[in-house]
């Protein structure tokens, strides 16, 4: 009997390099390889303990993952805590991760191949080789497109040709729809951009986090599965928003003392809708890691749960960017997000940026003005601007300019902006308040 294909030392050093630093050496392994790529059922459920800590934002070594597996029922099926000790012992290096990952998933490519074949031998005897032949010729595309990388011509044109049947049949856009009807007609996914990282900017008190935080919540609300990292705040400061929001109260009173006696059963209405989105709704922090170690969570969420939008506030306040200078950091940081969200492609990744310090704050900031002007405008498909002029900034709108979108369309957004419950909504009046008007003047003065 042929021996099945393997690679147990590969397997151990892959998670023996998770085990040194996850934050480096997961994102690696999760493009390679899920749990049925490990040959060992040791290995396999060590993995999948991993996953969940990670899912669980706590940190991954012996302790935890003897933990996780007690709990889980399957610390036997991963050899016990001596088992555990002994892969940490194994020490390679985590440079070496994702050649490690290639050869496990090689071996489990080579497993797959043969029971391709010895399915084909048995078939063989009983069936029409018409059906056999043509169902042989598919496993082996999926195979050929999983090793090889890309796409040939017609699968890239069976996924367009599906997006638009679903499109038809559904009514639905490729986008995760924004809370405003204008915004999403401005767009040209029709709401935040799967796949592609989208990047919205503004300066101090624009509305930026704001804008970030009721998306957020209202993605939640309309089922998507939503992570928002949040980076300045701490995530009772950004609940307190949702809450401020949903329930159209102070945002200043919520933070602070709390709602008044009156409003006390508005804001628990609002704030028990809002936890009741367990399910849907996931807060990340500074606490939870650099950039590296937060996008390796954020894809082990997103592989094990599924995502459908994240709300990354902000670049600049992201730790973690390799390099002696300020734009050198910020470079290495967008790279890591943008890497974060080629890896997932069904998934939104909006991210806020700041704007340098300005001389002229009375006209519109344009991509030039970015903090890492030219990384950021290269790396990011779509950028939204939030601007109003500083003579206008107690009039109840705000202009949203789209001034770059992946097919090059530009558009010109007015919105309401509530500033006492932080809220931005629909501006359906704003032709008869003559704001539009009054800011273009504004400008040319």
């Not at 036997?76 to 050649?99: D, K, M, Q, R």
């Not at 974060?340 to 940026?353: C, F, I």
């Amino acid at each position: 009997m042929s021996r099945v294909p393997h690679n147990l030392e590969a397997e151990a050093s892959v998670l023996s390099c998770i085990l040194m630093d996850a934050g480096r050496a997961l994102p690696p392994c999760l493009a390679v390889l899920s749990a049925a790529d490990f040959f060992s059922p040791k290995h396999r459920a060590i993995w999948e303990s991993m996953l969940r800590l990670v899912n669980r934002s706590e940190p991954v070594d012996v302790l935890t993952l003897e933990g996780d597996l007690r709990q889980s029922g399957t610390i036997f099926t991963a050899g016990g805590i001596e088992y555990l000790a002994e892969i940490s012992g194994v020490v390679p290096t985590v440079e070496n991760v994702a050649h490690h990952a290639r050869l496990v998933r090689a071996e489990s490519v080579r497993r797959d191949l043969m029971e391709l074949g010895d399915t084909l031998t048995r078939k063989a005897r009983e069936g029409a080789p018409e059906g056999l032949i043509q169902g042989a010729v598919e496993q082996l595309k999926d195979l050929l497109s999983t090793e090889q990388g890309g796409m040939t011509a017609d699968q890239v044109a069976k996924d367009v040709l599906r997006g638009w049947e679903d499109r038809r049949d559904g009514g639905t856009m490729p986008g995760v729809p924004t809370s405003m009807d204008t915004l999403n007609n401005a767009l040209e996914a029709g709401g935040w951009p799967r796949g592609v990282l989208f990047v919205v900017a503004g300066e101090t008190s624009m509305g930026k986090t704001s804008l970030m935080v009721g998306e957020a919540l209202h993605a939640a609300l309309a089922g998507q599965r939503v992570d928002y990292v949040g980076l300045e705040d701490q995530a009772p400061r950004i609940f307190k928003r949702m809450v401020a929001q949903r329930a159209r109260l102070q945002n200043k009173r919520l933070q602070g003392a709390g709602p008044r006696s009156a409003e006390w059963q508005t804001a628990f209405d609002a704030l028990a809708e809002i936890a009741n989105l367990k399910d849907s709704l996931h807060f990340w922090s500074k606490r939870d890691g650099d950039a590296r170690t937060l996008a390796a969570k954020i894809l082990a969420k997103q592989r094990t749960k599924g995502t459908d939008v994240v709300f990354w506030d902000y670049l600049q306040k992201t730790r973690g960017g390799r390099g002696k200078s300020d734009y050198e950091r910020i470079k290495d940081t967008l790279e890591v997000i943008d890497d974060l969200a080629a890896e997932m492609p069904d998934t939104a990744l909006v991210l806020g940026s700041q704007f340098k310090r300005r001389q002229d704050l009375t006209s519109p900031p344009g991509l030039q003005d970015l903090k890492g002007a030219g990384e950021i405008e290269n790396e990011s498909r779509s950028v939204l601007i939030i601007w109003t002029h500083p003579d206008l900034l107690e009039e109840p709108f705000r202009l949203f300019r789209l001034a770059k979108q992946s097919e090059g369309g530009r558009a010109d957004v007015y919105v309401r902006w509530t500033a006492e419950n932080v809220r931005f909504e629909d501006a359906g009046h704003v032709e008869e308040s003559g704001y539009r008007e009054r800011l273009r003047e504004a400008v040319g003065r």
